[in-house]
């Protein structure tokens, strides 16, 4: 039974920072491509970070480089995302997103149900 669970969400000031977790369970997370998405009442869910399988390589969204690290600790199977100089528009649900290769050229994506971050001005 995969589950993804999120937690460290909360208020913070602009210019604070906060750690968000993904614990995993049911999967390893070393073998997949695991990410950090958001979604902003009234907005469409957009992508924030990324890292890949066994290498480890990291990606990020614009929006988010330089202020943003996406991590991962196989030991606890578990995913990060430290968010450091937070500012106002970082305000969202950040959701935990595992992907899945089922067959080549088709993905399955598991998620967790998310953790609110409010970062106030």
């Known amino acids: 039974q995969v589950q993804l669970v999120e937690s460290g969400g909360g208020l913070v000031q602009a210019g604070g920072s906060l750690r968000l977790s993904c614990a995993a369970s049911?999967?390893?997370?070393?073998?997949?491509?695991m990410a950090w998405f958001r979604q902003a009442p009234g907005k469409e869910r957009e992508f924030v970070a990324t890292?890949?399988?066994?290498?480890?390589?990291?990606d990020y969204a614009d929006s988010v480089k330089g202020r943003f690290t996406i991590s991962r600790d196989d030991a606890k199977n578990t995913v990060y995302l430290q968010m450091n100089r937070l500012k106002p528009e970082d305000t969202a649900v950040y959701y935990c997103?595992?992907?899945?290769?089922?067959?080549?050229?088709?993905?399955?994506?598991?998620w967790g149900q998310g953790t609110q971050v409010t970062v106030s001005s």
């Open positions: 997103r595992a992907e899945v290769t089922v067959v080549i050229g088709k993905k399955y994506n598991y």
């Open positions: 049911g999967l390893t997370v070393s073998r997949y491509a």
């Open positions: 890292i890949t399988r066994s290498a480890g390589i990291t």
